[in-house]
């Protein structure tokens, strides 16, 4: 099983960017992108389901970021727009296999696998 992330970098405040997890190994019920930054505990940020695409997110980027899937190449996106530097932190993928509720998908503990992460940096 492989989950790698990647299209993380360097962007100015206001600017966009969009992640990639590319998986493979294994089919999974729910996809979830989570950050961490220096310093602080790993956050959820978006979840979505690959069977019906329903998603969640976190308040603090909810109408800035967008999950989003590809079932056909096994793909899972994370569209982030009106970047801040509070938006810095080094993002990370993970797969759920449980099919659990998605109300309930915020906590790291539900997810099976996780990529490397790639970091996103927001320049002020």
């Known amino acids: 099983v492989q989950l790698q992330a990647f299209g993380g970098g360097l962007v100015q405040a206001g600017g966009s960017l969009r992640l990639s997890c590319a998986t493979s190994g294994r089919t999974f019920s729910t996809m979830g992108w989570f950050r961490q930054a220096p310093g602080k505990e790993r956050e959820f940020v978006a979840v979505i389901r690959w069977s019906g695409g329903y998603t969640g997110y976190a308040e603090s980027v909810k109408g800035r970021f967008t999950i989003s899937r590809d079932n056909a190449k096994n793909t899972v996106y994370l569209q982030m727009n009106s970047l801040n530097p509070e938006d810095t932190a080094v993002y990370y993928c993970?797969?759920?296999?449980?099919?659990?509720?998605?109300?309930?998908?915020?906590?790291?503990?539900?997810?099976?696998?996780w990529g490397q992460g790639t970091q996103v940096t927001v320049s002020s």
């Open positions: 993970a797969a759920n296999t449980s099919n659990a509720a998605l109300s309930a998908m915020a906590s790291r503990a539900l997810y099976d696998y």
